[in-house]
């Protein structure tokens, strides 16, 4: 699914005439320990992110990052080149510190409501992969195979 979001906001810039790079918002509010992947998956996702989107990626705003959030980035972060966790910024809760840091980055009509900016959309799992997006297993499976080195 995250492979998939990041090809599709690739096209989506490069059809707005954009250079075809974007900047990430992650919410980490309702993340807890049951939510952490195994380290396998972790590890190919972020080989797979690296290889086919080094130069896409902006900048990576983690905001929300309680007890477990902050877990897995210590997990993850051995794994990252240094050139991902460069992107990285943690988005800290107090509200001016928070505007400072965004606004650096991000116009105030692309930030999140919930982080005080203008952008008023919600991402909602069932709108966004319906029915057109969805594959079978046996689908999934042959991607997987076309893609040898990550599979």
């Not at 807890?32 to 396998?40: D, E, Q, T, V």
């Not at 969805?134 to 997987?144: I, P, T």
């Amino acid at each position: 699914a995250l492979m998939h979001a990041l090809d599709y906001s690739v096209a989506d810039s490069l059809r707005e005439q954009n250079l075809g790079r974007y900047n990430v918002v992650i919410d980490c509010s309702n993340f807890g320990l049951s939510n952490i992947p195994n380290i396998a998956s972790v590890k190919r996702t972020f080989t797979m992110m690296q290889d086919h989107f080094p130069a896409r990626v902006g900048v990576i705003f983690m905001a929300n990052l309680a007890g477990p959030a902050q877990l897995f980035l210590k997990m993850i972060k051995p794994l990252l080149t240094d050139a991902v966790k460069q992107k990285m910024q943690v988005v800290p809760n107090d509200k001016r510190e928070r505007n400072e840091l965004l606004h650096q980055y991000v116009h105030p009509r692309h930030i999140p409501h919930w982080l005080d900016g203008e952008d008023q959309y919600n991402y909602d799992v069932n709108e966004y992969y319906s029915k057109e997006f969805l594959v079978s297993e046996q689908e999934g499976r042959e991607y997987l195979t076309t893609m040898p080195y990550h599979a």
